[in-house]
């Protein structure tokens, strides 16, 4: 069942996504060569405790970490431990919290120093798919147009999408009706409406679709070893554009590709 939530009820969303936010920030400020996974995932801990939040990714069936750290080639769900960042590495970084009993989910790719200019256009992409979904998030128009709307910006610069993971309706509960793929008909899916609130994530592969499980039983990974970028917003359908719950700062979020 689709949720719409109430005003009061979107206050709440508004609170957890700007925390989710600001930790997702801070994060990504962190990485550098030289950092481990779990000492990124360690500093989130502590600032999704000062945001008086707790992670939602945490033992959530089981998985171990407070965020979600993947490297290069992990698509999501990277367990944080002893991995090293190295020059050239891309980082993806999927951060929720759970503040006042509300969600807020976001995610971000960022470069480590200078990558390879083809890796760079795949962060590009991922970014310029992510803001075509939301654009498309409009009330009216089916859960599709927001898949069809990513697909046709990856594929069209020769990158391809995930199709085994998706976003998704976030509100009380992380996860929500309905889904939401990054591939797929316009015309499909269920219909927009105000008061909807969505995790929009791109997970895109420089190489082929296909991925595989680690024998972590947790971190996805493309099947051709190529890299993977992941960015995701929260965003809220209204009466005319999408609300984007969790706004990063530009610089987290501009890109050059159109």
Sequence with gaps: MIVIKTAKEIEGMRRACTAAAEVLRAVAAMVQPGITTGELDAAAAELIRE???KSPFLGYKGFP????ISVNEEVVHGVAGRRRIQYGDVVSIDVGIIVDGFVGDNATTVP??????????????????LRAGIAAA???????AISHAIQTVVESHGFSVVREFVGHGVGRQMHEDPQIPNFGRPNEGAK???????AIEPMINRGGSAVQMLADGWTVVTADGEPSVHFE?????TNGEAEILTCPKKSLFESKVR
């Design 65 to 68: 970490c407070h965020t979600c």
């Design 51 to 53: 945001q008086g939040g």
């Design 192 to 198: 927009l409406r105000p008061g909807m609130t969505l």
């Design 233 to 237: 917003h929260t965003i809220l359908v």
């Design 138 to 144: 409009r009330a009216g128009n089916r859960v599709g």
């Design 112 to 129: 480590v120093g200078v990558v390879d200019p083809r890796t760079q256009e795949l962060l590009e992409v991922g970014q310029a798919a």
